[in-house]
């Protein structure tokens, strides 16, 4: 397969080139541009770098949250025109917390992957990794971080936005609960390109593909109150 896939639910922007596990191409910024800015000509530089247009592709993955609810609009959106424009193409959203655990896939245990929601409150999943593929341990969710100390019975890597700032808050003094290299920490579209690759079979269609927030955004907050 050779995939094409997009990461904008954080403040990097990233877009990646596989084909058949072999990364082609990847380019991450961290950015203060929007996602929208900077996105789709990422992706079009690096096709082109590779030598290939959106008709080449079997199928293009980006992160479906939980993140920047902005950010996961515009990938999703992203996605959506490519994929109706190639009516080939297959299209696959992935668990920003998934591909952040596949990323470190070489690390044999569990890995927790955690993202920042607001103060005191994170998005974190389990998942587990045997050096090669990644398996999810316990469903994605939206939690105190006092709740995360469950997670680390018998050793565990931490990735994502806080994962140093939990290390330092809550494990300091456990040596088996580690932080991810500096380089694996924040999201990249290689990642999901492993996910889609390892499972094809979660393909969807453009109007199928949507943002798994797993909270309510700020507008389905107000509509609520009114």
Request: glycine residues 10%.
């Amino acid at each position: 397969m050779k995939i094409l896939a997009i990461d904008t639910s954080g403040k990097t922007a990233s877009a990646a080139v596989t084909d058949g596990g072999l990364l082609l191409a990847e380019k991450t910024v961290y950015t203060t541009l929007t996602h929208s800015q900077i996105i789709l000509p990422m992706a079009k530089e690096l096709l082109s770098d590779c030598g290939l247009s959106f008709a080449d592709l079997d199928g293009i993955a980006c992160a479906a949250g939980p993140g920047s609810y902005t950010g996961l609009r515009i990938g999703i959106a992203a996605v959506k025109g490519i994929v109706m424009g190639c009516p080939t193409l297959r299209c696959a959203g992935i668990s920003t917390l998934e591909a952040l655990a596949w990323g470190c896939s070489p690390y044999r245990g569990r890995i927790l992957p955690i993202l920042r929601a607001r103060k005191d409150i994170v998005y974190a999943g389990l998942y587990e990794s045997d050096g090669v593929s990644v398996k999810n341990v316990a469903p994605d969710r939206v939690c105190g971080e006092s709740e995360l100390a469950a997670f680390a019975d018998g050793g565990l890597l931490l990735v994502g936005d806080c994962c140093c700032e939990i290390k330092e808050s809550m494990f300091a003094d456990r040596d088996d609960v580690l932080c991810a290299p500096s380089a694996m920490r924040l999201q990249k579209a290689s990642s999901l390109c492993m996910a889609f690759e390892a499972s094809p079979g979660r393909a969807v269609t453009p109007d199928e593909l949507a943002a798994a927030y797993l909270q309510e955004t700020k507008a389905e907050k107000d509509k609520a109150h009114r």
